[in-house]
């Protein structure tokens, strides 16, 4: 009987990976990240005008205060109270003064600062980052989306890597979206993907004559909570986060024009 060195089996190469291809198309898997706006966005002119309408509707039909009951003669509540009721009886004479907008000025006024009230202080929307136009920060444009995108091989796209003979789309755990979101961008994200079906796709054909097999892109959704990007792949030269708008100046026209629709209009 022939024995067979066990060492033959210790010293046997293992099996390269091979990347998916069916049809002569190359597979990969793309993630489109989002940040969610952070912030409640500004009121167009109708909608701004349909509230002020509104809110000096309702305050036209509801019943009297008692001031008497609430406030006591006198106390600096009261003199705060009869202000406020000027200011608003003024703007209901004003088509184009909010209540809010009159109560907010007169709070701001010398005369309301010396009261016992604090005035309120409104955050300011637009941040450091937006007056620096700093495309890393996360804490730009606050009401609106923000999507990730990356500079992988010279060229500015979303995550992406081909599917290996062994991955799938669907699968839970091991998306060859998310091991190339992890790879490229780091483990210091709060990511959740939405869904386990691509919600755009992206077909290519060979760039040069000589090569013989296109590239097929399935784009995955997925929703940043926590954290931020930070490149660790050789293959990732930069990254940037962008609105829609800003999206179709970084990426090529073919590319956008796959995925515009599926992104929000904020």
């Given amino acids: 009987m022939i024995k067979i060195s066990q060492r033959l089996f210790s010293t046997t190469r293992p099996i390269l990976q091979q990347p998916l291809v069916i049809k002569n198309s190359r597979i990969a898997a793309s993630v489109i990240l989002t940040r969610g706006p952070q912030i409640t966005r500004d009121a167009t002119p109708f909608e701004q005008a349909y509230f002020d309408y509104q809110e000096k509707l309702d ?16 106390s600096v509540a009261e003199r705060r109270w009869k202000e406020d009721v000027q200011s608003r009886d003024a703007a209901m004479k004003d088509p184009s003064v909010s209540l809010s907008a009159a109560i907010q000025r007169d709070s701001t006024t010398p005369a309301a600062t010396t009261t016992a009230t604090t005035p309120i202080q409104l955050a300011d929307r637009i941040t450091q980052a937006d007056k620096d136009n700093d495309i890393k920060k996360l804490d730009r444009a606050l009401q609106r989306h923000l999507y990730l995108i990356v500079k992988q091989h010279n060229q500015w796209q979303f995550p992406q890597t081909d599917l290996q003979a062994n991955e799938y789309l669907h699968e839970a755990k091991t998306t060859a979206a998310e091991r190339q979101l992890q ?5 210091d994200m709060d990511v959740w993907f939405v869904g386990r079906q691509p919600i755009s796709h992206l077909k290519q054909s060979p760039s040069r004559k000589e090569d013989t097999e296109g590239l097929k892109i399935f784009f995955m959704k997925a929703r940043m909570y926590a954290g931020q ?13 962008l609105t829609k708008e800003e999206l179709a100046t970084y990426l090529s026209p073919d590319y956008y024009k796959a995925i515009k629709d599926s992104l929000g209009d904020l």
């Fill in 59 to 74: 305050r036209h039909d509801s019943a009297v205060f008692p001031q008497d009951f609430y406030f006591k003669k006198g």
């Fill in 183 to 187: 790879e490229a961008c780091g483990k």
């Fill in 229 to 241: 990007a930070k490149p660790n792949n050789k293959d990732v030269s930069d990254y940037a986060w």
